[in-house]
């Protein structure tokens, strides 16, 4: 039990529509980084957040967006959906300033795009 | 962040000792090695870290050489329950790449 949530744990949408998923730690961690992981492959970093400002971004395209609130929690928006973002969305919470820090990841949000 | 290389599957046997080496060819000065678990359809979880040397837990050891361009995660006794994707990464202040992972079966 990691202390790190996800909602929701699955999700269908229609190509073009647009999904907000959501983030939140019970454990005060103040970074968070989102993942999308595809079926057979390894976690791939979509970006950072730290005090609520982006902190760092993998190769993904601007429709991928993020937000972090105050308390920690997060959301990722993601607009015109395509079919090859069906994937499980991680997100996973850190300590930002200690390099040896963990990160603590979430179930997951299982995205199909039809 | 550099991506890792590590071998697509292995197999074991119940109450064997396991060895998972990666190779960490593009590891910066300050990254750490960094070892997770995934079972299906849920979130990676922490096993390991280490820096240099050997590290110990209560689930694993991590062998790091002196030149860090390498790392051996070795699981004691396995059991059927440890069947899971493994992943080495080099990590930095909680960014991460994941490689493609390694995919441990342990049979009876």
């Known amino acids: 039990e990691t202390g790190v949530t996800q909602s929701p744990t699955h999700l269908i949408k229609t190509r073009g529509q647009q999904v907000t998923l959501r983030c939140s730690s019970q454990?005060?961690?103040?970074?968070v980084s989102w993942y999308q992981q595809a079926l057979g492959q390894g976690p791939q970093f979509i970006f950072q957040?730290?005090?609520?400002?982006?902190?760092g971004r993998g190769n993904f395209p601007p429709r991928f967006s993020g937000l972090q609130f105050p308390n920690y929690s997060s959301e990722l928006n993601v607009n015109a959906l395509e079919l090859d973002d069906s994937a499980l969305y991680l997100c996973?919470?850190?300590?930002?300033?200690?390099?040896?820090?963990?990160?603590?990841f979430g179930p997951g949000t299982r995205l199909t795009v039809l | 962040l550099a991506k890792t290389t590590q071998p697509i599957s292995m197999d074991s046997y119940e109450g064997q000792e396991v060895n998972i080496t990666c190779s960490h060819n593009?590891?910066?000065?300050?990254?750490?090695i960094t070892w997770y678990q995934q079972f299906p359809s849920q979130g990676p979880r922490f096993i390991i870290q280490?820096?240099?040397t050997k590290v110990t837990n209560e689930v694993a050891s991590l062998f790091i050489p002196a030149d860090r361009k390498s790392s051996t995660l070795s699981l004691p006794r396995v059991s059927l329950s440890d069947t899971a994707v493994y992943y080495c990464?080099?990590?930095?202040?909680?960014?991460?790449?994941f490689g493609d992972g390694t995919t441990l079966t342990v049979k009876p």
């Open positions: 996973a919470c850190s300590l930002a300033g200690v390099l040896t820090d963990t990160q603590y």
């Open positions: 454990s005060g961690h103040n970074t």
């Open positions: 957040y730290y005090r609520e400002e982006e902190n």
């Open positions: 593009n590891i910066a000065t300050n990254d750490y």
């Open positions: 280490g820096y240099k």
């Open positions: 990464l080099d990590t930095n202040a909680g960014k991460s790449t």
